[in-house]
């Protein structure tokens, strides 16, 4: 590919991204899905244009975009706030990943596409899109309602759980050769985790005085660096270079320029997160994508059931009324990021190919249903059964003003 043509298909990709979001943005829908609708509709695989002909010749950004996406969530996520949850918090958010990850295996075992493939889509089914959720949360006026916290508090230990699930998967996926080997894998991936961990935790007054500089421009050059290394090295050492980006996000995230790094790396974040999503609908093959249309209905079916589960069962923990397990269940529905991440992981490994457009369509599914049932929940209380939920807790916001 010619520099110029390479420009074209970059500044075409941005762009087509950009029209097609903002027009599926007018009727509610996030912007995730419509991100991989545009790659879809411009890409090698749908008549008409096409920007490129082989999207593996986009992979360096596409893998930016990964890194940008794991180093925001790593620079959200907080040990305090989920040491400040208490038990309560940690077991909602452990039912939440048992009945979600236990569901997701049995799922990927009874399409008998393979056990790796299995482990995929386990994952791919049983973690929700911390992205979407917070957008979620904002645009429908309910950070203040009381399981709003409990949600956040669920999405925190779902990260937490990404970062160990990523460590397990990656020797996995790399197809070591024994037992053992695929144990050293995990033993270095785990060991890497603590080391960035422990860094996270204790070496905020060192990072702070590194990164230290009034400069916007030059904190924002050193975090990227850090951010590309961090993923790079992880990479080097058998790591996924998503869990490397995800650690030195959270690394950076202690530190007293954390608030600056925020700010300054969504833009970023949001440029380059679009281009992953776009690279990624330039992959998906409308024929592979007619093949798993039943299996993608039977995955959102179960997936709606198990978090309604999770959720009543989280209300009740927390003596939250019916409405709030519905609240629950129904806001952490959507998938995104993490479940495409793990797509373009399974499709790198040269994984069954059918992984990928199950779980771009499961993704895109999942998008138009969640943000309209969150919307709408007030009237699907129904959804539960009355009785399961004993609690009576509740705090609404005011309504938005019209």
């Not at 409990?150 to 925190?156: F, N």
Request: glycine content about 14%; charged content about 15%; proline content about 4%.
């Amino acid at each position: 590919m010619s520099s110029g043509h390479a420009l074209l298909a970059v500044g075409g990709a941005f762009l087509a991204a950009g029209v097609i979001a903002r027009a599926g943005a007018r009727i509610g829908l996030p912007t995730i899905p419509l991100f991989m609708l545009a790659g879809f509709v411009f890409g090698p695989n749908t008549p008409g244009l096409s920007l490129v002909d082989d999207p593996s010749e986009l992979g360096v950004l596409a893998g930016l975009g990964l890194v940008f996406l794991l180093f925001y969530l790593g620079l959200e996520f907080s040990l305090d706030d989920l040491a400040k949850g208490g038990r309560k918090l940690v077991w909602s958010g452990l039912i939440y990943l048992i009945l979600n990850i236990g569901g997701g295996l049995a799922f990927g075992f009874l399409l008998g596409w393979g056990t790796r493939e299995a482990l995929v889509i386990a994952g791919a089914i049983g973690i929700s899109s911390s992205a979407i959720v917070t957008k979620l949360l904002l645009e429908a006026r309910r950070m203040n309602n009381p399981e709003s916290r409990l949600i956040m508090g669920i999405i925190v230990i779902e990260d937490l759980f990404l970062a160990l699930y990523l460590a397990l998967l990656q020797p996995v996926l790399s197809g070591a050769g024994s037992f053992g080997s695929a144990m050293a894998d995990f033993g270095k991936a785990f060991a890497f985790l603590i080391v960035m961990a422990a860094l996270a935790r204790w070496g905020g007054r060192v990072v702070s005085k590194l990164f230290g500089s009034a400069d916007d421009e030059l904190l924002t050059v050193c975090f990227v660096g850090v951010a590309v290394m961090g993923a790079a090295v992880a990479e080097e050492v058998g790591v996924s270079d998503a869990i490397g980006a995800f650690m030195v996000g959270m690394m950076l995230g202690g530190s007293k320029v954390a608030p600056r790094i925020h700010k300054l790396v969504l833009p970023l974040r949001d440029a380059f997160g679009a281009l992953f999503f776009f690279i990624f609908g330039l992959s998906i093959d409308p024929n592979a994508v007619g093949s798993v249309v039943v299996p993608v209905l039977i995955a959102v079916a179960l997936t709606i059931v198990l978090n309604l589960g999770a959720g009543a069962l989280a209300a009740r923990l927390h003596g939250f009324d019916r409405q709030a397990g519905v609240n629950i269940g129904l806001t952490v529905l959507t998938r995104g990021e993490f479940s495409l991440v793990l797509a373009a992981m399974a499709t790198a490994a040269g994984l069954d190919s059918r992984v990928a457009p199950f779980v771009a369509g499961y993704v895109l599914l999942l998008a138009v249903i969640g943000p309209v049932a969150v919307i709408r929940s007030e009237k699907l209380t129904w959804l539960l059964p009355a009785g399961i939920v004993r609690g009576s807790t509740r705090r609404e916001e005011p309504a938005r003003a019209t």
